[in-house]
């Protein structure tokens, strides 16, 4: 069995740029960029930034275009696909992308490094203050509940 599936989250690198197939079919592309930090041998924290070529098709396509901006967070879920051509140079030429299937929005109060923006100009956040609940804590004995009274 084989499996080519891909998940990514990150943030666009330039708007989507929409395009149609001779079909009449929507297609948008765009690029997202993916961050990865972790510490090396000596505690030093490294940082790696990969870019990726992302390419969405049909009514998908629209409302990414609709929606979606550079900087814009999104998951991506979809393929790996890689096309080449002969360049004009005569030399082979190779483009490798996320084909998607499922795309999801980030918020749409998320900075660009995916992080929230406390908007303190909303007159409603300054009037109306969430309200934090203590919800009551619920003690399960283990030795009540048998794994053969499960519904499912």
Do not use: C
């Amino acid at each position: 069995m084989n499996l080519n599936k891909v998940f990514l989250i990150g943030n666009l690198t330039r708007d989507p740029e929409l395009r149609a197939l001779p079909s009449g079919a929507a297609v948008v592309s765009f690029g997202i960029a993916t961050n990865r930090i972790w510490k090396n041998q000596q505690g030093e924290q490294q940082k790696d930034v990969q870019f990726h070529n992302v390419v969405v098709f049909g009514r998908q396509a629209e409302i990414v275009k609709q929606y979606l901006t550079k900087g814009s967070l999104a998951m991506i879920e979809g393929r790996i696909q890689t096309s080449s051509w002969d360049g004009k140079d005569g030399t082979k030429q190779y483009r490798t992308e996320i084909v998607a299937e499922r795309v999801q929005f980030g918020p749409r109060n998320a900075t660009k490094q995916g992080e929230f923006i406390k908007n303190e100009t909303s007159p409603a956040m300054n009037q109306n203050p969430p309200i934090r609940e203590e919800l009551p804590e619920i003690n399960i004995d283990e030795g009540e509940i048998k794994p053969e009274d499960l519904p499912f």
